[in-house]
């Protein structure tokens, strides 16, 4: 795992302190500190690389930690600061993490993996819409490789554990984002959900994570995340931060394959309209056939829906009729991993469940994969079926409490496809299908890790989840909760 030199300073339980109040602010109320002159974005860059070295040793969230160039960017945006507020970005001296499968000019893009070794000459679009707003990248954030998993290990850089119990998984594919959110190592990390890679790992860390529409952020300079399968978005402590990101990375570029239709209003300016009294049906079954939810995940559920009915919605069991998304997901993913995979230059370093996949891939042509996108177009057609009596569907969005760390340890193919199927059991689907989807906090189960309940709502319609979710934070607000620091 990398490391440049991290910045001296004093340490002990004050500047801790100090630190963790800093970075559990989140990014809105951090780049208004910066803004008003109340905090320069270097100390907030040092307060982030600080309790990076005391807590990232335990965690394993990040792949490396891009220090020097981070205070270098830092001391850039003080500069404009200083030279009057007009204009800056709105995550103007903020530092965020940026998961390893998207390009950080200078960097490898390693994927979770050993196979990649050369530096990537610019930016991904979605972290250039960063840098424009004004962000700092602090550093890339650990995944397995090529995201397959919802656990985040992998044999090149290891365990990514859980803040609210490090014996456990912070989930995948985005758990290295997930789990320096949670731990308060940055106010928000970029992520990436092809399965659930957003929604399963901030189940899991007690975060808010919405997997947007298919094509709302560009996957620039790549035409597509695994297809249609894919999207980037970012993982925050609270609904209203994830908004602002979204407003700075909503919208593609003329490369990509997919494109949302553009929303009417900003995302956060969105959340000043109350959702009204909305149509939501809750369901406990899972889409994935022969899974069983935990009990707690059910009781979490059900405490959402006697809250959403205070909130004035009217709230009712569904039994939804879920299509076999299977064939059009399996599809999509080998196609993906393969053409992931045919752009390393060692592929003699993949691991060796990687290179299972691969030989899968290989029986799966690329007219198989175009075949799965247009079944899954079929499926979304379904799935716009099913809101023509509800605008939000509310489910748990993990059927399983979080596994031990090393979920993966010595588990070939077929075992590491069955651990996985509790996580995906909610998820998956709506990666076929494209719809907006989030997970938020419902909660702490007996174990004290997080509960989580999953919004998922019809086609482009990001803003109705936005403004529910907005609104449960508001009846039971979640953001204050962190892990106890004998936990990090």
Known sequence: MGRDRVPSGERGGEQDRDDAELMFQGVERQAEL????KITSRALVEASLRRIARIDPV???????L??????????????T???????????????AVKDELDVAGQVTTFGGAANRTPVAS????????????????????????????????????????????TRTPGGSSGGSAAAVAAGLVGAALGGDGGGSIRIPAACCGLFGLKPQRGRVSTAPHPHLWYALGTVGPLTRTVRDSAVLYDVLAGATAGDRWSARPATTGWAQALRTPPGRLRIGYSAKPAVPGVRPDPAHVGALLETVRALRELGHDVREVHPDYPDATAAFVAQFCGGVRAEAAAVERPDLLERRTRRVLALARLIPEAAVERGIRAGERLSARADRMFTTMDLLLTPTIAARPRPAGALDGAGLLTALARSRPMIAYTALWNVTGN????????????????????????????????VAAQLEVARPWADRRPEPSAV
Do not use: C
């Open 34 to 37: 910066v803004r008003t002159g």
């Open 59 to 65: 965690l394993g969230a990040f792949r490396v930690v």
């Open 67 to 80: 220090a020097e160039r981070a205070l270098a960017e830092a001391d850039a945006r003080d500069a404009v």
């Open 82 to 96: 200083a030279d009057g507020t007009d204009g800056l970005g709105p995550l103007h001296g903020v530092p965020i």
């Open 123 to 166: 930016d991904g679009e979605a972290v250039r819409r960063l840098r424009a707003a004004g962000a700092v990248v602090i550093g890339k954030t650990a995944m397995p490789e090529f995201g397959q998993w919802p656990f985040t290990e992998s044999a090149a850089y290891g365990h990514t554990r859980n803040p609210w119990d490090t």
């Open 436 to 467: 907006p989807a989030a997970s938020l906090p419902a909660g702490h189960g007996a174990d004290g890790l997080p509960l989580a309940v999953q919004l998922v709502g019809r086609r482009d319609d990001e803003v109705s989840v936005l403004r």
